[in-house]
């Protein structure tokens, strides 16, 4: 009987130490695919975060833009404006002037008219 239980343990003690080297291996892969997975997740949603950044930062380069347009708008109506001011100011100046010098041509013409009667 002796040497049954030595033939037995001699069987059984591999067995034992390879299925305990098993489980091991087994909690060792569970263990890497949950650290794998925990990574792939962290990885997604530093994509999606540095997208959600690039986003913002793309509609706020957009509205700055925006706003500089509106400017360079305001300005260019505002300047358009104070050249068509200065035209009107220069135009009724050219009127007054055209107006006086009829009327000083007609003065010399009335005393050059009546130095001849």
Do not use: H
Not at 81 to 110: D, L, N, P, T
């Amino acid at each position: 009987m002796k040497y049954l239980w030595i033939a037995i343990l001699a069987v059984a003690l591999p067995l034992v130490a390879e299925s305990s080297w098993q489980s091991e291996a087994r909690r060792a892969r569970d263990d890497a695919r949950r650290e794998a997975e925990q990574a792939r997740s962290e990885a997604r949603r530093g994509v999606e975060e540095a997208r959600r950044e690039m986003r913002e930062s793309m509609r706020s380069a957009g509205e700055e833009l925006r706003r500089e347009r509106l400017q360079w708008a305001r300005e260019m109506r505002e300047a358009r404006m104070e050249v068509a001011r200065e035209a009107r100011q220069a135009g009724e100046e050219a009127r007054r002037a055209a107006q006086e010098f009829r009327e000083s041509v007609r003065e010399m013409s009335r005393e050059v008219g009546r130095s001849f009667r």
